[in-house]
C-alpha cells in the first residue's frame, strides 16, 4: 500500500476512534515508547556458542528448516535484518552460553563480562538494550535434572558461581548501554516421577537463591528476576521452581517475578495474574510464547491470549512497571519470519488494547451499565484497528502490510540459503 493510501486510511480510522473516545495519536506515541525483549535464541534453535553439546533440561526446538546462525556474526546479522522489519526501538534477550570465548573452553562458573563485549558494542551501536539469562541447562552438571537445588554441595556451589557471574554480566551491559539489564533466573529442575521429598530441594533452592543474590547489585544497571514453572520434558510431575515457590520467594526477597504464557495449566491465563499481583510487587516481567498443549513455545500470535495479556497491562496503566520479553523458537520455518511475525503481533497487540476505550468502559462500569460495557468491548472489536497500525509501521519507516514478507524472502535467497 502506497504511504498516500495508508495515510488517508488512517484519517478515517482516527475519526471512527474518535467517535468512542480514543486518541490514536496518542496510542501511536504510547508505542513508540514500549521496548520489547526479543531472545536471540529464535535464530539458532537455542544452541549457543559454548560447545557442540545436545540440547537438554526440557528444552526442545523442532525442525530443521536450513539457514540456522552458526556464528554470533551470522546471529547479529539475522536480528538486524528481523528487526529492520519491527517498528519501533527494542531490546535484545542473551543467554550466558551464547558467550564469545575467542574459541578457549569457558565453563559456566568461568564467564565474565569481557565474553559478552561485542554484544554489548553491537547493541550500542544500533542503540538498543540488552537483557540476560542464565544458561543452567545443556551442561553436565545438569545431567540429571538438578542445579541450584542440588544434594551435592558441589554442584550447588558451582550454579551458585554461576549465577554470580551472570549477575556482574548482567550489570556490565546495564551500565555500559545506559539501561537496566533484566537478569531472569529460571532453572530446570525437577523430576519426572514422583519424588520422595519436595520439600529438601525448595530448601536447597533458597539458600542457593540466597547466596547467589547476597551482592546488592544496582537496579538502574541490572534487575533480579525469578521465573516459575509448572512442568517440563523430563520434570513432568515435580518442578522445585514453581509459581507458588517464586511467588513467595520474589515477594519475600525484593526480586522481580517473571510469568511465562506457556509455563502453567494449559487453560491458564497469565493475563489476569497481573493486577492480582501489581498491588504487591513493585515489577513484573512477562515471557509471552504460545503454547498448544504444552509448553511448546511456538511463534506469538496476535490471538486472544495475547491481546489479553497486552489489555491487562493497558487497564492497569501499568507498561512502567511491566516488561515485556519474547519466549519461542520454531526451527521449522524461516528463522527471520518467526522473530518478525512474532514481534509484530506482539506489537499489534499492545496496539489493539492502546486503542480500547477504556475510559468508556469504565465509566459504564461504575455506572451499573454492564450492557453498555459488554456492547462496548464488542464494538471496539471491529473498529479499523489494522489502519492505525498501518500507520505506525509508516512512521517508523518499517513496511506496512505483507510487504516485509518479501524482503524476509529475499534474505533467505540470497544470505539463508547459502548456510545449508
Same mark, same amino acid.
Given at each position: 500500500?502506497?504511504?498516500?493510501?495508508?495515510?488517508?486510511?488512517?484519517?478515517?480510522?482516527?475519526?471512527?476512534?474518535?467517535?468512542?473516545?480514543?486518541?490514536?495519536?496518542?496510542?501511536?506515541?504510547?508505542?513508540?515508547?514500549?521496548?520489547?525483549?526479543?531472545?536471540?535464541?529464535?535464530?539458532?534453535?537455542?544452541?549457543?556458542?559454548?560447545?557442540?553439546?545436545?540440547?537438554?533440561?526440557?528444552?526442545?526446538?523442532?525442525?530443521?528448516?536450513?539457514?540456522?546462525?552458526?556464528?554470533?556474526?551470522?546471529?547479529?546479522?539475522?536480528?538486524?535484518?528481523?528487526?529492520?522489519?519491527?517498528?519501533?526501538?527494542?531490546?535484545?534477550?542473551?543467554?550466558?552460553?551464547?558467550?564469545?570465548?575467542?574459541?578457549?573452553?569457558?565453563?559456566?562458573?568461568?564467564?565474565?563480562?569481557?565474553?559478552?563485549?561485542?554484544?554489548?558494542?553491537?547493541?550500542?551501536?544500533?542503540?538498543?538494550?540488552?537483557?540476560?539469562?542464565?544458561?543452567?541447562?545443556?551442561?553436565?552438571?545438569?545431567?540429571?535434572?538438578?542445579?541450584?537445588?542440588?544434594?551435592?554441595?558441589?554442584?550447588?556451589?558451582?550454579?551458585?558461581?554461576?549465577?554470580?557471574?551472570?549477575?556482574?554480566?548482567?550489570?556490565?551491559?546495564?551500565?555500559?548501554?545506559?539501561?537496566?539489564?533484566?537478569?531472569?533466573?529460571?532453572?530446570?529442575?525437577?523430576?519426572?516421577?514422583?519424588?520422595?521429598?519436595?520439600?529438601?530441594?525448595?530448601?536447597?533452592?533458597?539458600?542457593?537463591?540466597?547466596?547467589?543474590?547476597?551482592?546488592?547489585?544496582?537496579?538502574?544497571?541490572?534487575? *533480579?528476576? &525469578?521465573?516459575?514453572?509448572?512442568?517440563?520434558?523430563?520434570?513432568?510431575?515435580?518442578?522445585?521452581?514453581?509459581?507458588?515457590?517464586?511467588?513467595?520467594?520474589?515477594?519475600?526477597?525484593?526480586?522481580?517475578?517473571?510469568? *511465562?504464557?506457556?509455563?502453567?495449566?494449559?487453560?491458564?491465563?497469565?493475563?489476569?495474574?497481573?493486577?492480582?499481583?501489581?498491588?504487591?510487587?513493585?515489577?513484573?516481567?512477562?515471557? &509471552?510464547?504460545?503454547?498448544?498443549?504444552?509448553?511448546?513455545?511456538?511463534?506469538?500470535?496476535?490471538?486472544?491470549?495475547?491481546?489479553?495479556?497486552?489489555?491487562?497491562?493497558?487497564?492497569?496503566?501499568?507498561?512502567?512497571?511491566?516488561?515485556?520479553?519474547?519466549?519461542?523458537?520454531?526451527?521449522?520455518?524461516?528463522?527471520?519470519?518467526?522473530?518478525?511475525?512474532?514481534?509484530?503481533?506482539?506489537?499489534?497487540?499492545?496496539?489493539?488494547?492502546?486503542?480500547?476505550?477504556?475510559?468508556?468502559?469504565?465509566?459504564?462500569?461504575?455506572?451499573?451499565?454492564?450492557?453498555?460495557?459488554?456492547?462496548?468491548?464488542?464494538?471496539?472489536?471491529?473498529?479499523?484497528?489494522?489502519?492505525?497500525?498501518?500507520?505506525?509501521?509508516?512512521?517508523?519507516?518499517?513496511? &506496512?502490510?505483507?510487504?516485509?514478507?518479501?524482503?524476509?524472502?529475499?534474505?533467505?535467497?540470497?544470505?539463508?540459503?547459502?548456510?545449508?
Amino acid at each position: 500500500m502506497s504511504d498516500q493510501k495508508t495515510t488517508q486510511a488512517y484519517q478515517l480510522a482516527r475519526e471512527m476512534y474518535a467517535a468512542v473516545g480514543v486518541d490514536t495519536e496518542a496510542a501511536i506515541a504510547r508505542m513508540a515508547e514500549i521496548e520489547i525483549s526479543i531472545h536471540c535464541w529464535q535464530g539458532d534453535d537455542v544452541t549457543g556458542f559454548e560447545s557442540a553439546g545436545p540440547l537438554t533440561g526440557g528444552i526442545m526446538a523442532t525442525g530443521n528448516y536450513p539457514g540456522k546462525a552458526r556464528t554470533p556474526d551470522e546471529l547479529r546479522a539475522d536480528f538486524e535484518k528481523a528487526y529492520a522489519l519491527i517498528p519501533g526501538t527494542h531490546r535484545f534477550n542473551l543467554h550466558a552460553m551464547y558467550l564469545e570465548s575467542g574459541g578457549k573452553k569457558v565453563d559456566r562458573d568461568e564467564v565474565r563480562p569481557e565474553h559478552f563485549q561485542r554484544w554489548i558494542d553491537w547493541a550500542k551501536g544500533l542503540g538498543i538494550g540488552l537483557d540476560f539469562n542464565p544458561t543452567f541447562f545443556s551442561h553436565p552438571k545438569s545431567d540429571d535434572g538438578f542445579t541450584l537445588s542440588h544434594r551435592d554441595p558441589k554442584i550447588r556451589a558451582f550454579w551458585v558461581e554461576h549465577g554470580k557471574r551472570c549477575r556482574e554480566i548482567a550489570a556490565a551491559m546495564g551500565r555500559a548501554l545506559g539501561s537496566p539489564c533484566m537478569n531472569n533466573f529460571w532453572i530446570p529442575d525437577g523430576a519426572k516421577d514422583h519424588p520422595a521429598d519436595r520439600l529438601v530441594h525448595r530448601e536447597l533452592l533458597i539458600e542457593s537463591l540466597d547466596k547467589t543474590f547476597a551482592e546488592k547489585l544496582d537496579e538502574k544497571e541490572t534487575v *533480579d528476576v &525469578v521465573e516459575s514453572k509448572l512442568f517440563g520434558i523430563g520434570s513432568e510431575t515435580y518442578v522445585v521452581g514453581s509459581h507458588e515457590f517464586y511467588l513467595a520467594y520474589a515477594l519475600s526477597r525484593g526480586v522481580t517475578l517473571c510469568m *511465562d504464557a506457556g509455563h502453567y495449566h494449559p487453560t491458564e491465563s497469565i493475563a489476569e495474574k497481573v493486577s492480582a499481583l501489581l498491588p504487591f510487587l513493585p515489577r513484573l516481567l512477562l515471557h &509471552v510464547s504460545r503454547p498448544i498443549r504444552w509448553d511448546s513455545d511456538h511463534v506469538v500470535l496476535f490471538d486472544d491470549e495475547t491481546r489479553a495479556i497486552m489489555r491487562e497491562i493497558t487497564r492497569a496503566n501499568a507498561w512502567d512497571r511491566v516488561d515485556v520479553a519474547l519466549d519461542f523458537f520454531d526451527a521449522s520455518i524461516n528463522r527471520i519470519e518467526a522473530w518478525v511475525i512474532g514481534t509484530r503481533a506482539a506489537l499489534k497487540s499492545a496496539l489493539f488494547a492502546l486503542l480500547e476505550p477504556t475510559a468508556r468502559l469504565i465509566d459504564a462500569e461504575t455506572s451499573g451499565r454492564l450492557g453498555d460495557r459488554l456492547a462496548l468491548i464488542e464494538e471496539a472489536k471491529t473498529l479499523p484497528f489494522g489502519a492505525v497500525w498501518d500507520e505506525h509501521c509508516r512512521r517508523s519507516d518499517v513496511p &506496512v502490510g505483507v510487504a516485509w514478507i518479501d524482503e524476509a524472502n529475499e534474505y533467505e535467497r540470497t544470505v539463508l540459503r547459502s548456510r545449508a
